[in-house]
């Protein structure tokens, strides 16, 4: 080889995606500017040409010509004896430029070469990723499930750049098989031992924020400001906007017509039950809208403590707080309040409560409906069976025996 041709002799650089030709010569001259250091203690008295468009480049030694008796250094002198064999008219004290050609180099010297400038390569691709996905955390990106593991499953992106989804950042109801697409916004991007790990989470409220900019183009605009988003992945998620325009109904426009933009969310969360409310600074009014779809007499705030008592009626309780205690506890995480639910005070003073009748219902039966918010036997009786079985893990028949033994008690 007479030129140093090194990008299309080595094959391994055509297996770089995420690198440039022209950052690829730069690399490529860095390289050799290291090696003639090495080589010849400097590297000062070369000049390296780089021509991007062929892929290659020229070295070009330029050294002084000296008496053949004075010469103290072979790096940066010549003999005239030697100058003249180049060009005949070279005269002492002149400057020769001799071009180094590829078989100048040792074999282990350009195996040494060879190596070094894919370590260069590897090295600014991985930071070149890094700096790429740093740039967009907080991004919704769509990639291609490469492969499933146990604890995580690995997201190739549309330039193969390895991407990490966690167990605990897939919703619980997540199924894929490898080949499917998925969406999934940029969580952390950090370097461990030089390699970029790139996490992605479906989870956070952030990947819901962008959904709902995706869709909402008031939101995308920012005509609406999303204030607080909280989630229990999967089962519910509430939403306070606010919009400055008071022609637009923040919650209407997040809806849309008939739900035609909330769906479109929804079903990309697995049937996540979203709740968009209407944000206000008045902290009544806030926790009355944050515990819909209940319906609240009244509310007793405590600013201090940051504690709200909430009084509603006896069949409005188990709707406050929601299958699991989900609706309530969101409640409370989007307001800033821990919210207790209270039954008024003048009804059902001839209520029984659940636990006298752990002679007869098993305590996780008990455990159940009070995680209904269901703790007395009327509260249990008011409520419909087929709401009952929907609301709890208990089967029909069971929840059949437990109305029979409480209307029991009353009969």
Not at 94 to 102: D, F, M, N, R, Y
Not at 203 to 208: A, D, E, G, I, K
Request: hydrophobic content about 40%; some cysteine; proline content about 2%.
């Amino acid at each position: 080889m007479d030129n140093m041709n090194l990008v299309e002799t080595f094959a391994e650089f055509k297996e770089f995606k995420n690198i440039d030709r022209e950052m690829l010569m730069v690399i490529l001259e860095d390289v050799f500017r290291h090696m003639l250091e090495k080589k010849y203690g400097t590297d000062e008295n070369f000049d390296i040409i780089v021509n991007i468009d062929k892929g290659d480049l020229e070295i070009w030694r330029n050294r002084k010509i000296v008496e053949d008796s004075e010469i103290e250094d072979e790096n940066l002198e010549i003999t005239l004896s030697e100058a003249i064999k180049i060009e005949p008219d070279f005269e002492v004290g002149e400057e020769v430029s001799e071009e180094l050609k590829l078989k100048d180099f040792g074999r282990r010297e350009i195996l040494t070469i060879r190596q070094n400038l894919i370590a260069k390569i590897q090295e600014y691709e991985k930071d070149a990723v890094y700096q790429k996905y740093k740039d967009k955390i907080g991004d919704i990106i769509t990639g291609e499930i490469y492969q499933i593991w146990k604890k995580e499953i690995l997201v190739l992106d549309d330039e193969y750049i390895e991407l990490t989804l966690p167990k605990a950042e897939q919703i619980p109801s997540d199924f894929y098989r490898k080949g499917d697409t998925i969406r999934a916004v940029v969580a952390v991007v950090e370097m461990k031992n030089g390699i970029p790990e790139i996490i992605l989470s479906r989870t956070s409220p952030v990947f819901l924020e962008r959904l709902f900019e995706s869709e909402v183009p008031e939101v995308y605009d920012g005509l609406i400001t999303i204030k607080n988003i909280v989630r229990v992945p999967g089962e519910r998620a509430k939403i306070a906007v606010e919009s400055y325009d008071d022609r637009i109904d923040p919650v209407g426009a997040c809806v849309g017509m008939k739900g035609s933009r909330i769906h479109g969310i929804v079903r990309e969360l697995k049937n996540e039950n979203i709740d968009v409310i209407n944000f206000t600074t008045n902290a009544t009014l806030f926790i009355t809208r944050a515990l819909s779809p209940a319906k609240i007499s009244s509310i007793t705030i405590h600013e201090e403590s940051k504690k709200a008592e909430v009084y509603m009626k006896p069949d409005q309780v188990s709707l406050a707080i929601g299958k699991g205690g989900f609706n309530i506890r969101l409640a409370g995480k989007l307001t800033g309040y821990e919210i207790d639910v209270y039954r008024d005070a003048d009804i059902d003073t001839e209520d029984v409560d659940l636990t006298e009748f752990s002679d007869e219902i098993d305590q996780w039966i008990i455990e159940e409906l009070k995680g209904i918010g269901c703790d007395t036997a009327k509260s249990v009786l008011e409520l419909e069976l087929l709401e009952l079985v929907k609301r709890t893990d208990l089967e029909e028949e069971t929840i059949k025996e437990v109305i029979r033994i409480l209307n029991a008690e009353f009969e």
